[in-house]
T-cell receptor
Framework: DVKVTQSSRYLVKRTGEKVFLECVQDMDHENMFWYRQDPGLGLRLIYFSYDVKMKEKGDIPEGYSVSREKKERFSLILESASTNQTSMYLC????????????FGQGTRLTVV | AQKITQTQPGMFVQEKEAVTLDCTYDTSDPSYGLFWYKQPSSGEMIFLIYQGSYDQQNATEGRYSLNFQKARKSANLVISASQLGDSAMYFCAMRRGTGANNLFFGTGTRLTVIP
């Protein structure tokens, strides 16, 4: 069974903390993505990566960075967490090919207090 | 710039009835793909159906079908014979560009199936 696994389901952090959200996929996919989901706004792309050590900004990269040192792992970093980064974070991966769907992790609900 | 519009924040349907969830899109790319995902209350995103811009026929997957009208730039999801387990958020998404295949999502429609 294919899997995208996010390290935490729920996370509570303090304002100003450095936060790491980890994502691992076991499908040997080239592409990995980080989205945030907020009510009424749908899913918005933060960053994506199409190869190891490669990264591209999505629609809302401000306040975030990413790391992809290995093909299977894609980390999202909040350098200094703020309350407006309280949200659901979803990691996804996909292979090549136009018809290829993205597979999602279970999500991490992050609360910054 | 690409845009996905889902104008129905919430929909209700009687069990065993069919329901249509609307999705319109805007893109200047000649080649694109459209996806529908389901998100139950547990939070996971479940892929339902895909339609390519050059596909001549509407996509179907079991009880799901996609009513693709290219000239009108619409890609509505039709769920036939609704079941209680269909109650969920539904997102329309468009693959943008080539290469990384990243998806651009609409704001979603919450479907509630009434017994």
């Amino acid at each position: 069974d294919v899997k995208v696994t996010q390290s935490s389901r729920y996370l509570v952090k303090r304002t100003g903390e450095k936060v790491f959200l980890e994502c691992v996929q076991d499908m040997d996919h080239e592409n990995m993505f980080w989205y945030r989901q907020d009510p009424g706004l749908g899913l918005r792309l933060i960053y994506f990566s199409y190869d190891v050590k490669m990264k591209e900004k999505g629609d809302i990269p401000e306040g975030y960075s990413v790391s992809r040192e290995k093909k299977e792992r894609f980390s999202l970093i909040l350098e200094s967490a703020s309350t407006n980064q309280t949200s659901m974070y979803l990691c996804a991966s996909s292979g090549q090919g136009e018809e290829t769907e993205a597979f999602f992790g279970q999500g991490t609900r992050l609360t910054v207090v | 710039a690409q845009k996905i519009t889902q104008t129905q924040p919430g929909m209700f349907v009687q069990e065993k009835e069919a329901v249509t969830l609307d999705c319109t899109y805007d893109t200047s790319d000649p080649s694109y793909g459209l996806f529908w995902y389901k998100q139950p209350s547990s939070g996971e995103m479940i892929f339902l159906i895909y339609q390519g811009s050059y596909d001549q026929q509407n996509a179907t997957e079991g009880r799901y079908s996609l009513n693709f009208q290219k000239a009108r730039k619409s890609a509505n999801l039709v769920i036939s014979a609704s079941q209680l387990g269909d109650s969920a958020m539904y997102f329309c998404a468009m693959r943008r560009g080539t290469g990384a295949n990243n998806l651009f999502f609409g704001t979603g429609t919450r479907l509630t199936v009434i017994p």
